[in-house]
Nanobody, 126 residues
């Protein structure tokens, strides 16, 4: 059972940056990265959950609206999503998710991920 914990959300002004973290309880990020597709989703009030980025099996993908602004990285224990040039439309609850897979594919459905964190709120003011 993989338990995911996100952190790093907050409130910043437009143009600012945040770094979100995703830790898999009991596992190093290297173990998780080798066996799971890890994705970031976000959900704004009144909207459906939206895929943001995913990494696994040597592949990394970003949705068009964040390409060039958001970056996935990792160290021994955590996976990160660096958020730069933030805009008010980036305001949402951000979730880390995992799915057992040898690699990721672009634009995955949230239904294909069985493990989810509790989310971390990102709020961008104009």
């Amino acid at each position: 059972q993989v338990q995911l914990v996100e952190s790093g959300g907050g409130s910043v002004q437009a143009g600012g940056s945040l770094r979100l973290s995703c830790a898999a309880s009991g596992y190093t990020s290297g173990y998780i990265y080798a066996r799971y597709c890890i994705a970031w989703f976000r959900q704004a009030p009144g909207k459906e959950r939206e895929w943001v980025a995913s990494t696994g099996g040597g592949y990394t993908y970003y949705t068009d609206s964040v390409q060039g602004r958001f970056t996935i990285s990792q160290d021994v224990f955590k996976l990160y999503l660096q958020l730069n040039s933030l805009q008010p439309e980036d305001t949402a609850m951000y979730y880390c998710a995992a799915s057992p897979a040898s690699r990721c594919f672009p634009s995955p459905s949230a239904r294909s991920f069985g493990y989810w964190g509790q989310g971390t709120q990102v709020t961008i003011s104009s």
